[in-house]
C-alpha cells in the first residue's frame, strides 16, 4: 500500500481471520477513507459448511445433485421444462 499509494485504494475485502481482522482496523484507522468490507462469500460458505454438518442437509444436498444431473443430462428433460 505504501509503494503504490493509499490514496488508489477505496476499501480492503478480506476474510473475518483474527489476524486479517487487526490488519483491516489498522489500515482503517491510519487510512479513514478506505472502507473495511468482509467478503460476503467468505462468510456464506461458513454458513453452508454449518449447515451441511447435519444429515438432513448432507442428503438433501445429494438429491439435488441427482436431480440436477439428470436434467442437466436429459435433452427431453430440458424441453419439459421449456414448456412449463
Not at 482496523?25 to 477513507?33: G, S, V
Not at 460476503?40 to 436431480?67: F, G, M, P, R, S
Request: hydrophobic share 50%; net charge positive.
Amino acid at each position: 500500500m505504501d509503494s503504490v499509494g493509499a490514496e488508489h485504494f477505496a476499501a480492503i475485502v478480506s476474510d473475518n481471520g483474527a489476524n486479517v481482522k487487526l490488519a483491516r482496523e489498522i489500515i482503517t484507522t491510519q487510512y479513514p477513507h478506505i472502507f473495511n468490507i468482509r467478503c460476503v462469500a467468505h462468510a456464506v460458505n461458513l454458513v453452508a459448511q454449518d449447515i451441511l454438518k447435519y444429515e438432513w442437509a448432507d442428503k438433501l444436498i445429494k438429491k439435488y445433485n441427482i436431480l440436477y444431473n439428470f436434467f442437466k443430462a436429459s435433452h427431453q428433460a430440458g424441453i419439459i421444462i421449456l414448456f412449463f
